[in-house]
């Protein structure tokens, strides 16, 4: 699975020339993310439960998500 950009723009703009050079030129800058096994299939079920208009989906706990914990 992989994720690149299309185009840069704003809402009131078409997509032209200069938005997808913008796109190009920022999958150049920006290191994609990795998706591993478990992230790939959390997402083609979400996917799943949208098309099912199901009422709720439930992710699994991210493993790399730092907790901070703020003392007051």
Same mark, same amino acid.
């Given at each position: ?9 704003? *809402?009131?703009?078409?997509? #032209?020339?200069?938005?997808? /050079?913008?796109?190009?030129? $920022?999958? !150049?800058?920006?290191? +994609?993310? *990795?998706?591993?096994?478990? #992230?790939?299939?959390?997402? /083609?079920?979400?996917?799943? $439960?949208? !098309?099912?208009?199901? +009422? ?17």
């Amino acid at each position: 699975m992989g994720i690149k950009v299309a185009s840069i723009r704003g *809402k009131a703009e078409s997509v #032209g020339v200069l938005s997808s /050079l913008k796109g190009k030129i $920022a999958n !150049l800058l920006i290191t +994609p993310p *990795k998706v591993d096994k478990l #992230g790939n299939t959390t997402m /083609l079920e979400f996917g799943y $439960a949208l !098309l099912q208009k199901n +009422p709720a989906f439930t992710f699994p706990k991210a493993k790399n998500i730092k907790e901070i914990k703020v003392v007051k």
